[in-house]
């Protein structure tokens, strides 16, 4: 497992057969002037991400098997507690996520004392836009969980966030790994924690390269699967609350 430098911040990028747009991310992290580490989890990947990503100067989790973005970050997670980080930001690798909107969420974290925060799309930033039944389910969501995390939340789905120090002795605990289980799970795993869950609107872009993993088809049952996955999250019982301790980050950018 690679040395990390010094730092306090970690930026995981989970991976699956992204070579086509992950060197022009990580090149824009590095732009970015963020002070972080960056960890690649190539989940799976069948092509050259693992490969890619090492020769931009990222440190790589190579996983065997496709596990899933929550089984990637939950890899993620684990690595940055046994390394020394005190907070991660999840960064998608196919683009859409923009480095330069990192600072947001840290402010955000610091000025509000957030330990989960979330880069949001539908929040009055940007022109990003969904529709149909997915569209449908994502409000749904975000009535439900503003209630279960006492917030008001506009992108329960989003795969930006900062995770401070609390949440992230959780996740790496207890991240889950099941179809939207980083997401609409890990809200809810968060707020019976007792921890405190914000958002910031963030500008979203296209996917700069690969395949999306949503096909019309599989949007066409988002909104039944979504709602069992927060039926499941609901049903299961609260868990133990991480140890207190300050959760503002110190400033990275």
């Not at 992108?155 to 997401?183: H, I, N, Q």
């Not at 690969?210 to 019309?216: E, I």
């Amino acid at each position: 497992m690679p040395t990390p430098s010094p730092r306090s911040l970690l930026v995981v990028i989970p991976a699956w057969n992204e070579e086509e747009a992950l060197p022009a991310v990580l090149a824009e992290v590095r732009a970015s002037g963020l002070d972080a580490d960056v960890l690649v989890v190539s989940d799976g990947s069948t092509d050259r991400t693992a490969q890619l990503a090492r020769a931009a100067g990222a440190a790589v989790l190579d996983l065997p098997y496709n596990l899933g973005v929550g089984g990637a970050m939950r890899a993620g997670f684990k690595y940055a507690v046994r390394n020394g980080y005190t907070g991660v930001v999840q960064l998608d690798a196919d683009g859409q996520h923009d480095p330069l909107a990192v600072p947001d969420l840290l402010r955000a974290a610091a000025d509000e004392r957030a330990d989960l925060v979330i880069g949001a799309r539908f929040a009055g930033v940007g022109s990003y836009a969904a529709r149909g039944p997915r569209r449908a389910a994502m409000r749904l969501l975000s009535v439900i969980l503003s209630r279960v995390t006492r917030t008001r939340l506009t992108d329960t789905t989003s795969g930006f966030k900062y995770v401070g120090p609390r949440a992230l002795v959780l996740f790496a605990r207890e991240y889950p790994a099941e179809y939207l289980g980083d997401t609409v799970e890990a809200l809810v795993l968060a707020a019976r924690a007792g921890l405190t869950v914000r958002q910031v609107p963030v500008t979203m872009r296209a996917r700069q390269g690969g395949t999306p993993s949503q096909s019309p088809v599989k949007a066409a049952v988002f909104l039944v699967r979504a709602l069992l996955a927060l039926v499941v999250a609901l049903s299961r019982p609260a868990a133990t609350r991480p140890p207190s301790t300050s959760s503002a980050p110190e400033q990275h950018a």
